[in-house]
Structure formats: C-alpha cells, structure tokens
C-alpha cells in the first residue's frame, strides 16, 4: 500500500534498543526495546515499510518506520467485569431498603 503526502498514517520508532533499556526495569522489560506508534499526515509519497516523516497535530516531525495507511481507532474499554454489571441494581435496592428504615 502507498501513502501519499497529506495523507494520515501511523508510524513505528524504536525509542530504545533492549540494551539501552534502564538497568532498574523489570527483567521481562529489558529483554524488549521501548516502542512508539504515532499517527500524523506524511509529508512525502511512500510505501509501507518505508523510512518516513510526518506532522503531528501538534505540529510536531517525526521520523519513523511507515506502518499503516488511514489507521483505525482500536480502543475499547475490554471484557466487562461480572462483578461490577449488577452493580447499579444492588445500590438502588440497598437505597431502598436504606430510606424505607428512615
């Protein structure tokens, strides 16, 4: 897929190698290099996979490996919690049952 300048992409950086990582991170965190995706609209032609640069809303040049074209929003708020869906209905009866002894 190939991006033209203007258009909104998503880009990948690799902050800091596993070796650079912080010799206080946990043991798991430094065998893994510290990652960013940002989005931004090109500033030239390209094709995925390709070194890029982009401009962030706030104006901000980044560089980075180009990983998506018109990238989706896939932010949810996860699997619901059993515990907390009879939440509401468990108050309302404990207020009830609260301003019935009043």
Excluded: C
Excluded at 24 to 36: G, I, M, N, Q, S
């Amino acid at each position: 897929m190939k991006a033209r300048q203007g258009d909104w992409v998503q880009i990948h950086i690799i902050l800091l190698k596993p070796s650079e990582r912080a010799e206080r991170a946990p043991e798991d965190t430094k065998l893994v290099p510290l990652e960013l995706r940002v989005k931004g609209f090109i500033n030239h032609d390209a094709k995925i996979g390709e070194q890029v640069t982009i401009t962030t809303h706030t104006g901000r040049q980044l560089s980075g490996k180009l990983i998506a074209v018109n990238p989706a929003y896939g932010h949810d708020f996860g699997q619901p919690v059993p515990e907390l869906l009879t939440i509401g209905r468990e108050l309302r009866a404990l207020l009830e049952d609260e301003g019935e002894s009043s």
